[in-house]
């Protein structure tokens, strides 16, 4: 059913999920009726990595529970544009490490159930058969084949867990397997994508270093011209201030001339 949280999960409150599941950390295991859990919300939404640590610490089994669709919280982060890289790769992560958990918490109960089977078996004599036979309620109350019928029925309870057990076990291995596979997949293809981006980087650095390299032997070329105009122009005002001297003694020396004939007169 929904609780408080999924509501604000599903209306993108992120301060008050945190102040629920600090409150009510339970809540972050329940699941909708269609079996979404608070972190199979927020990974549709643009959520804070801080929010997103908040739920997952409360539970973290989230990040391998499937809905109803079949679909996990890291396969929604994924469709959802807004979810950051960081996001994702966070997810992925925790969902590796919850499925080798979850496959190591079943091997081990594998391992006590197998032991449980083997204990029970001792407990069952070889002529179970002929005791079975007994069909009146009284009869068999009377006898001492209730115990063993007990543990007769416990032995095949015990063995269906079993096998559910290793098809969960074998289960898990094949998502386990076909997750790596979609990551190796995933990995090529981003591998190919920067191949490819790099190669483009390096065709417009060649494209365009040749381009480059001629505006700056322009560059140099016009500071060069640059240089000798600066040259040529001090060289020409010089001349000019010589010229300008000339002309002034040119017209300084006809009043000279003139007071020197005065004086010898």
Same mark, same amino acid.
């Given at each position: 059913?929904?609780s408080?949280?999924?509501?604000?999960a599903k209306?993108?409150?992120?301060?008050?999920?945190?102040?629920?599941?600090?409150?009510?950390?339970?809540?972050?295991?329940?699941?909708?009726e269609?079996?979404?859990?608070?972190?199979?919300? /927020?990974?549709?939404?643009?959520?804070p990595?801080?929010?997103l640590?908040?739920?997952?610490?409360?539970?973290p089994?989230?990040?391998?529970l499937?809905?109803?669709?079949?679909k996990?919280p890291?396969?929604?982060?994924?469709?959802?544009?807004?979810?950051?890289?960081?996001i994702?790769?966070?997810?992925?992560?925790?969902e590796k490490?919850?499925?080798?958990?979850e #496959?190591?918490?079943?091997e081990k #109960?594998?391992?006590?159930l197998?032991?449980?089977?083997?204990?029970?078996?001792?407990?069952?004599p070889?002529?179970?058969?002929?005791?079975?036979?007994?069909?009146?309620?009284?009869?068999?109350?009377?006898?001492?084949?209730?115990?063993?019928?007990?543990?007769?029925?416990?032995?095949?309870?015990?063995e269906?867990?079993?096998?559910?057990?290793?098809?969960?076990v074998?289960?898990?291995?094949?998502?386990?397997?076909?997750?790596?596979?979609?990551?190796?997949?995933?990995?090529?293809?981003?591998?190919?994508?920067?191949?490819?981006?790099?190669?483009?980087?390096?065709?417009?650095?060649?494209?365009?270093?040749?381009?480059?390299?001629?505006?700056?032997e322009?560059?140099e070329?016009?500071? #060069?011209?640059?240089?000798?105009f600066?040259?040529?122009?001090?060289? /020409?005002?010089?001349?000019?201030?010589?010229?300008?001297?000339?002309?002034?003694?040119?017209?300084?020396?006809?009043?000279?001339?003139?007071?020197?004939?005065?004086?010898?007169?």
């Amino acid at each position: 059913m929904p609780s408080v949280l999924h509501d604000n999960a599903k209306k993108c409150q992120f301060d008050k999920i945190i102040d629920r599941v600090v409150t009510h950390p339970n809540e972050a295991s329940q699941q909708t009726e269609h079996g979404d859990t608070c972190l199979h919300l /927020i990974a549709t939404k643009d959520t804070p990595m801080h929010v997103l640590k908040v739920v997952v610490k409360a539970y973290p089994q989230a990040a391998i529970l499937r809905n109803k669709w079949d679909k996990l919280p890291l396969d929604y982060a994924i469709e959802n544009h807004k979810s950051s890289p960081d996001i994702i790769s966070f997810l992925r992560g925790l969902e590796k490490d919850q499925y080798r958990e979850e #496959k190591i918490r079943l091997e081990k #109960k594998v391992q006590s159930l197998t032991k449980d089977v083997e204990r029970l078996k001792k407990l069952v004599p070889s002529d179970l058969a002929k005791n079975v036979k007994i069909k009146t309620k009284e009869e068999l109350i009377s006898s001492h084949v209730v115990p063993d019928l007990k543990a007769h029925v416990s032995i095949g309870r015990l063995e269906e867990r079993l096998n559910l057990l290793d098809r969960n076990v074998q289960s898990l291995e094949s998502d386990n397997k076909k997750k790596n596979t979609k990551d190796e997949e995933e990995f090529k293809r981003s591998s190919n994508k920067r191949q490819r981006v790099e190669d483009d980087i390096q065709r417009v650095h060649d494209n365009y270093g040749t381009k480059i390299s001629a505006m700056q032997e322009k560059l140099e070329a016009t500071q #060069k011209n640059q240089e000798e105009f600066k040259c040529n122009f001090i060289e /020409i005002w010089q001349r000019m201030n010589a010229l300008q001297q000339q002309v002034q003694k040119k017209q300084l020396a006809p009043p000279l001339q003139q007071q020197r004939n005065r004086t010898s007169k």
